[in-house]
C-alpha cells in the first residue's frame, strides 16, 4: 500500500477531490497547512502598510491506496491541481506497512 501526500492550492480541492473519486478512490483526509517553497511568500499592502506574507495558504490532502492505483492517483492529483504557475505543490509517496481499521479490526488493504 502507499501513503499519498499532496501539498496543493485550496481552490483546487474540489477539483482534486473529483479527480480522485473517478478512479475510484473512496476516502481521504484533508488538512488545511501553510508553507512555503521557491515562492517564498509575497508582500501585501494593508491600510498603507506594506508587509510580507511569509506562509501561503495550502491544502494537504492524505491518500492510502494499493501499490496498483498509486501511479493513477498520482496522475489524477497532478492533472486535476496543476495551474501551470509556481506554487501548485508537492506529491509525497511513501510505503505504508499496516493499516487497522478500529471498528472492526480488520487489517491490511481491506482496512482501506
Same mark, same amino acid.
Given at each position: ?11 483546487? *480541492?474540489?477539483? !482534486? =477531490? ?12 484533508? @488538512? $488545511? /497547512? ?21 506562509? *501561503?495558504?495550502? !491544502? =494537504? ?12 492517483? @498520482? $496522475? /489524477? ?36
Amino acid at each position: 500500500m502507499k501513503k499519498i501526500e499532496a501539498i496543493i492550492k485550496p481552490f483546487k *480541492l474540489d477539483e !482534486v =477531490k473529483d479527480a480522485l473519486h473517478e478512479i475510484g478512490l473512496q476516502g481521504l483526509t484533508v @488538512v $488545511e /497547512a501553510k508553507g512555503f517553497g521557491r515562492q517564498k511568500g509575497h508582500t501585501e499592502l494593508y491600510r498603507g502598510a506594506e508587509y510580507v506574507v511569509d506562509f *501561503l495558504p495550502k !491544502v =494537504k490532502i492524505e491518500v492510502i491506496c494499493s501499490d496498483d492505483l498509486a501511479e493513477r492517483a @498520482v $496522475e /489524477a492529483i497532478t492533472a486535476a491541481a496543476r495551474t501551470g504557475r509556481i506554487g501548485d505543490g508537492k506529491i509525497f509517496i511513501t510505503d505504508v506497512q499496516d493499516v487497522v481499521r478500529i471498528r472492526t479490526g480488520e487489517r491490511g488493504e481491506e482496512a482501506v
